[in-house]
């Protein structure tokens, strides 16, 4: 492992409990990277022992600052929740293997809350590089944990090939809401993609949701070569 100090160059909170940290070396440069990848971030705890966290980047490689979209949950996120501009955290990476496959035909990405984190930058490359058909399923259990609602929503209205299909979990519906609800299944999914044949699916969130889906779509005959996964608790 190689850490490196990284300087804290904005905070922008999106909920109660969810931040974007954006993050530069002090030169204001940021290490090459792919969609998808990890890195692990180490701060002092307040007894002065070094603790460390893994989260995926949520920002594209060609961006000016590593981004990571984080939910206020466990000891580690306090100590982030006390960052501020100009502080620094050590950074070292990247890592991983939720890589988007070079020989995809189209892609599917579903996340659950936070897991839109890996994905953003997963979709950006899909839309504006590869150029291949694409869409996002994202569930949350209100509207305000949908991150990136607004720029998922241009990029869809901005390019014929990608589509986005927002849920929300919650019992009380916003009004107004034009989305769908409910959890994210099989069901859902061929309601809104027809056949699910010749597509990749990358699944981010929590052991339970991104689990129990992985195995609904290999069970529905999906590849198991054709569903990728990144999960976490």
Not at 80 to 88: T, V
Not at 98 to 114: H, M, N, P, Q, S
Not at 190 to 203: A, C, H, M, V
Request: glycine share 10%.
């Amino acid at each position: 492992m190689k850490f490196e100090p990284f300087v804290v160059k904005d905070i922008a909170e999106e909920t109660d409990d969810v931040c974007i940290f954006r993050l530069t070396r002090a030169d204001g440069s940021v290490p090459a990277y792919q969609p998808g990848h990890f890195f692990l971030m180490r701060l002092p705890d307040e007894a002065g022992k070094m603790a460390q966290r893994s989260y995926s980047a949520a920002s594209h490689p060609t961006e000016s600052a590593l981004s990571f979209c984080v939910k206020l949950k466990g000891s580690f996120t306090h100590l982030l929740w006390k960052m501020k501009n100009g502080d620094i955290i050590e950074i070292d990476g990247p890592y991983g293997v939720f890589l988007l496959k070079a020989d995809d035909t189209e892609r599917v990405f579903i996340g659950g809350g936070v897991g839109i984190s890996a994905l953003r930058s997963m979709i950006l490359q899909t839309v504006k590089n590869d150029q291949k058909k694409s869409c996002l399923f994202h569930s949350a259990r209100s509207l305000p944990g949908l991150i990136y609602y607004s720029e998922m929503k241009k990029l869809a209205e901005g390019n014929r090939n990608f589509k986005f299909y927002p849920t929300l979990t919650c019992e009380e519906i916003p009004s107004g809401w034009d989305g769908s609800c409910g959890r994210i299944g099989v069901p859902m999914l061929r309601e809104k993609l027809g056949s699910l044949e010749g597509k990749t699916f990358y699944l981010c969130g929590s052991k339970e949701m991104a689990g129990q889906l992985a195995e609904a779509l290999i069970a529905a005959g999906i590849p198991k070569e054709k569903v990728k996964k990144d999960e976490w608790g």
